[in-house]
């Protein structure tokens, strides 16, 4: 089995180079229109290119910061080939990866497949707006070809998987062109609870561009990483509890984490069925709905998905992009004691100034919707998963079914492999300690993993056993959060609120969201003063309800793009810390 990783990523270089320098070469004496708009830079984006690692053009083509319809648009004008666009991100990457390592392994196939991809164009064929373009997946969702998918862990380094994930698939099937896998957490963070965000055995530590010495957010870290740094313009990654929407706001991407049964995780390394879901990653919203349009749909290995039947839109969630005008009329919801009291006055701050635009711009915003028992399911010091525990009621908390779930479902997944002896989790938990100075199977061996692996050993001494705990555990986190969380918090006074605004950077909003299983898009917003790190603003709603969640956060989007010298919007990275190599990574969090 081939695996292009982090070490051949230079051999690769040198197969690229002299290609990629033919397809640039004329990036100096190259012309254009200047009355084309095809060719100028995304206006999310501040208009100076980053002083480090600036990105070199692409046969005369600006790429930094360009979206899926301005890719599409230099492809139809045949300014760029598939193969163009594939080499470029390449150098991109090739560019940045010592510094910030979002990539795990290359794809060796991605130059064949967007060549083919590129005769198709020629021929006619356009299979939709993903035709062509490249992109990441986590590398816990499996891709039946030439790439390892490993959880990031040595431990399923040799696996072969039976198929393609669905969602993987799909792509395929839209045309999109798959440039490799993205580093992350490992095992999604479910392996140890005292860790390095970003960091697994195999991928070693990701880090963010705005400040390599921090949280760069997790589980998903590569593929936020790489979107917000221009290797691609869309990835996928997973959530169980944060995980999508986490590393986005703290890269300054959008996220959208999906409805619990809306994307399918037939393929994916599970953690928990009750809450795993698959999300996108995008510089913008419309680029992250492109992702979600083509991943979305009942697959019959994913029996959760059938909850999506008559709820989602025949033709997508793009045609509920709006522009700022959308937001006249519309009503929204700050659970100000529930989440915004926990943010740190700085966030709170620039938040509410962008609150205060969105209102100027004609929407009705309602403060004190809170969740009616935020004080029994919110933890008050930070994102905490065990928080029923913490309170004294196992019977309570999220973490009594995650536990449960990832030692049944984890065995399910190990079942389809070959390839392999790992079949359980017992087996994990000894590969992880008989390979120590590697997986850090014991506390005080591995940086990284400072408590070893308590997150597995929690798991395996649960035996899988669903008993009267488990379930009581399970009822309480879904309707606490459900139709006594969010939902009562939507029917506040009766009012038709349209969605919750939040601040993610406080880790309880998503983790709320990720036990009721319901849906959340994070827009970049802001960036500290203190620590140079991103934050932003989140939108929630109830169960499938992201046509709503989509056209408001591409309204607000629009009115951050279009109100002249607003600042509360995607920046590019300042590169704070880009020579530190720190491990683990600092746990800074304001909000949480």
Same mark, same amino acid.
């Given at each position: $089995?081939?695996?292009?990783?982090?070490?051949?990523?230079?051999?690769?270089?040198?197969?690229?180079?002299?290609?990629?320098?033919? @397809?640039t070469s004329s990036q100096t004496t190259s012309s254009k229109d200047p009355s084309d708009t095809t060719y100028q830079r995304n206006d999310l984006a501040s208009n100076a290119t980053s002083k480090?690692?600036? $990105?070199?053009?692409?046969?005369?083509?600006?790429? *930094? *910061?360009?979206?899926?319809?301005?890719? %599409?648009?230099? $492809? *139809?004008k045949r300014r760029l080939t598939s193969v163009q666009v594939v080499e470029c991100y390449m150098q991109r990457l090739f560019q940045v990866e010592e510094t910030i390592n979002?990539? /795990? %392994?290359?794809?060796?196939?991605?130059?064949?497949?967007?060549?083919?991809?590129?005769?198709?164009?020629? @021929?006619?064929?356009?299979?939709?707006?993903?035709?062509?373009?490249?992109?990441?997946?986590?590398? !816990?969702?499996?891709?039946?070809?030439? /790439? %390892?998918?490993?959880?990031?862990?040595?431990?399923?380094?040799?696996?072969?998987?039976?198929?393609?994930?669905?969602?993987?698939s799909r792509l395929r099937h839209a045309g999109a062109a798959l440039m490799g896998k993205a580093t992350l957490s490992e095992w999604a963070d479910m392996r140890s609870n005292n860790y390095s965000e970003g960091y697994s055995a195999r991928g070693g530590q990701s880090r963010s561009s705005y400040n390599l010495t921090v949280n760069p957010g997790g589980s998903s870290s590569g593929s936020a990483i790489a979107v917000a740094n221009n290797v691609v313009t869309?990835?996928?990654?997973? *959530?169980?509890?944060? @995980?999508?929407?986490?590393?986005?706001?703290?890269?300054?991407?959008?996220?959208?984490?999906?409805?619990?049964? &809306?994307?399918?995780? #037939?393929?994916?390394?599970?953690?928990?069925?009750? %809450?795993d879901t698959v999300g996108t990653f995008g510089r913008t919203v419309r680029d992250a709905v492109y992702a979600l349009d083509a991943i979305y749909g009942v697959d019959s290995r994913d029996n959760a998905t059938s909850s999506q039947t008559g709820k989602t839109p025949a033709k997508g969630y793009i045609q509920y992009m709006a522009t700022q005008s959308a937001l006249k009329g519309a009503t929204f919801g700050l659970p100000w004691k529930s989440f915004w009291a926990l943010a740190d006055p700085e966030q709170q701050s620039i &938040?509410?100034?962008?609150?205060?635009? +969105?209102k100027a711009a004609g929407a009705t915003i309602i403060n004190g919707t809170e969740l009616p028992n935020y004080e029994k399911i919110v933890s008050p010091t930070g994102w905490n998963w065990d928080y029923g525990t913490t309170r004294g009621y196992p019977n309570e908390s999220e973490y009594t079914v995650v536990k449960v779930d990832f030692y049944n479902n984890i065995r399910s997944y190990l079942a389809e492999l070959e390839g392999t002896d790992i079949r359980t989790l017992e087996d994990i938990v000894q590969y992880n300690n008989? !390979?120590?100075?590697?997986?850090?199977?014991?506390?005080? +061996?591995?940086?990284?993993? #400072?408590?070893?692996?308590?997150?597995?050993?929690? @798991?395996?001494?649960?035996?899988?056993?669903m008993d009267s705990t488990y379930y009581e555990a399970l009822q309480f986190c879904q309707s606490s959060t459900r139709e006594s969380g969010i939902d009562a918090a939507l029917d506040h006074? !009766?009012?038709?609120?349209?969605?919750?605004?939040?601040?993610?950077?406080?880790?309880?909003?998503?983790? +709320?969201?990720?036990?009721?299983g319901y849906p959340i898009i994070t827009l970049p917003t802001g960036v500290h003063s203190l620590s140079g790190m991103p934050f932003g603003l989140a939108l929630m709603g109830t169960a499938f309800s992201e046509a709503a969640l989509i056209k408001y956060g591409s309204a607000i989007e629009d009115l951050q793009q279009q109100r002249s010298g607003i600042k509360y919007k995607r920046t590019l990275p300042q590169w704070l810390g880009f020579q530190e190599r720190n491990i683990p990574v600092e746990a800074q969090c304001f909000g949480c």
């Open positions: $089995m081939w695996a292009w990783t982090t070490t051949s990523l230079f051999t690769l270089h040198i197969l690229l180079v002299c290609t990629f320098s033919a @397809s480090f690692f600036p $990105m070199p053009l692409c046969n005369g083509v600006r790429l *930094e *910061e360009a979206t899926i319809d301005q890719l %599409q648009k230099y $492809m *139809e979002p990539v /795990l %392994q290359l794809n060796p196939d991605a130059l064949s497949i967007a060549k083919t991809l590129d005769d198709e164009r020629k @021929s006619g064929h356009l299979r939709g707006p993903l035709h062509g373009i490249p992109f990441l997946v986590k590398d !816990n969702i499996a891709t039946k070809d030439k /790439l %390892q998918t490993t959880a990031g862990s040595w431990a399923l380094y040799g696996s072969i998987v039976p198929r393609d994930a669905f969602v993987v869309f990835a996928l990654g997973t *959530e169980t509890d944060g @995980s999508v929407i986490n590393p986005a706001e703290r890269n300054a991407v959008v996220g959208i984490k999906p409805t619990v049964g &809306l994307t399918s995780r #037939a393929g994916v390394v599970p953690e928990s069925l009750h %809450q &938040l509410l100034e962008l609150v205060d635009l +969105i008989d !390979n120590a100075g590697s997986e850090g199977g014991r506390p005080g +061996i591995n940086p990284a993993f #400072a408590s070893g692996q308590d997150g597995l050993l929690a @798991s395996l001494a649960t035996r899988g056993v006074d !009766n009012l038709s609120i349209d969605a919750l605004l939040v601040p993610p950077d406080v880790g309880q909003t998503y983790q +709320i969201a990720a036990q009721a």
